[in-house]
């Protein structure tokens, strides 16, 4: 190994961690422990008062979520992360950290149903107002900033649609203009590393790939650390003016001695203090496991996934593909910008020609995809959203989705490729009598 070893599969496996200090023990221990004996008084003032970094409780922060802090940050080249009890965590602390009543966000239409609730919804009756942009144009992000604004949001590979996000494009804005990219990689890590492309932030639900075996709910947060919180003083108050939630301090000046974490710090000690999204030990463990094969699965899944899309390309009953390396012009030219890493991931849809009905019957034909709500797992998924993730839309709102009676989202797993797409002939030779029907 080299001093400073760069690739992924590297990282993955030894970022953050080399023993654990009391035993030696090579696999990062579960720490599960509520609180940490403190060594004094003068100690335990010291890390109340920030002075010296380290354990009190283990909602603000324990040592093996602390592993997976450190290996994601390395991971990803940022300054410092964050872990949460969900991605859902994940995007509203990012937000609530800098934004209050009367402030707005930018973000981009393409996003997770989870996302555009909490976006919607419940930040509206907070006062966060969310205006919501096509990302095909960079510069809506522009018109719609104003000086309330105080973060732009999007996902890297937002699906049904699976359109990558201009990233360089929207963080260049926000740069000019003083505005942090909050980028959701959810479906995309390893693949794409956004703070390479200018990104200020990043969100995961660990709950897809880093996890990855669908056994556990969870979110990070990374702070690139790269975001000038000062030069835009008015803009940010809540970074920039005394804290009363925490004696008075100005999180970025008083943090200045530990790094630029400015903004990551604030975060967990006051949001993850209050709010109480704590991550358990348990399931830090478990994402670290997921980490440490996720470069690995990764390959597996974009390989498989390619496969598939190249499949059902071919295949009479389905009537469009969707997945990035069937795209052309300015899609193709983003996807291939950003998805650096290996592959396109491992999402894929498609349109089957019968419509809902088809969809209804593929789905039931399948007997080795899961027929689940969820992506990123290591084996595969199916789900026929107008039929259930977006059945409460009208068929208007469920268009401008991505989504038409017809479409079906895979989530395609590191099974062998040909027992996959033996399964997706199965659901097709099923949905075909209705694919022919239609014709
Ligand atoms: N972001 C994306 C892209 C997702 O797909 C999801 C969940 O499906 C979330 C965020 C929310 O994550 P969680 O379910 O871990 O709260």
């Keep these: 190994m080299t001093d400073n070893p760069k690739h992924p599969e590297t990282l993955a496996l030894h970022a953050g961690y080399r023993k654990d200090s009391a035993t030696n023990a090579v696999a990062v221990p579960i720490y599960q422990t509520t609180s940490y004996q403190f060594d004094h008084t003068e100690h335990a003032a010291n890390l109340f008062a920030l002075k010296e970094l380290g354990n009190i409780y283990t909602r603000i922060m324990n040592p093996t979520c602390a592993v997976l802090e450190e290996r994601i940050t390395a991971l990803e080249g940022g300054a410092a992360a964050l872990a949460v009890s969900s991605g859902q965590a994940a995007s509203a602390i990012a937000i609530q950290n800098i934004a209050q009543a009367g402030d707005n966000v930018v973000s981009s239409t393409d996003l997770y149903g989870g996302t555009w609730n909490l976006f919607a919804n419940t930040f509206r009756t907070m006062g966060i107002e969310v ?7 960079p510069e809506a992000f522009r018109k719609a900033t104003d000086e309330r604004t105080r973060a732009y949001y999007a996902e890297t590979l937002p699906n049904p649609k699976l359109q990558v996000f201009p990233i360089r494009e929207v963080a260049d804005i926000g740069e000019e203009l003083g505005v942090p990219l909050i980028v959701d990689n959810t479906a995309a890590p390893v693949l794409c590393r956004p703070f390479d492309h200018g990104a200020h932030v990043i969100v995961y639900s660990t709950t897809k790939y880093i996890g990855g075996h669908g056994t556990s709910i969870g979110g ?9 919180w000062e030069k835009h003083a008015e803009r940010f108050p809540l970074l920039n003016r005394p804290d009363p939630s925490y004696h008075g301090a100005v999180w970025t000046k008083d943090t200045k001695a530990l790094g630029p974490i400015a903004y990551i710090l604030k975060a967990r000690v006051t949001l993850q203090r209050d709010l109480g999204y704590a991550l358990s030990p348990f399931n830090a463990f478990l994402f670290i496991q997921g980490l440490e094969t996720l470069p690995l699965r990764i390959r597996e899944h974009c390989r498989n996934a390619r496969a598939v899309a190249d499949f059902l390309a071919r295949h009479e009953a389905v009537e469009r593909v969707i997945y990035p390396s069937v795209f052309d012009g300015e899609q193709k030219r983003r996807a291939e910008t950003y998805l650096t890493g290996g592959g396109f991931g491992g999402l894929v849809g498609f349109e089957l020609k019968g419509g809902k009905e088809a969809g209804r019957r593929f789905i039931d034909g399948l007997a080795l995809f899961y027929h689940v709500a969820n992506i990123g797992d290591a084996r595969s998924l199916a789900i026929h959203p107008a039929t259930t993730t977006h059945s409460q839309l009208t068929p208007d709102e469920q268009l401008a989705t991505g989504v ?23 659901g097709l030779a099923a949905a075909g009598g209705v694919a022919r029907a239609a014709e």
């Design 131 to 137: 205006r919501f942009v096509d990302p095909t144009d």
């Design 220 to 228: 990070l947060i990374v702070d690139s650390g790269r975001f000038d």
């Design 404 to 426: 038409t009676d017809g479409y079906v989202r895979l989530s395609i797993g590191i099974e062998h490729i040909d027992d996959i797409l033996a399964d997706l002939e199965r």
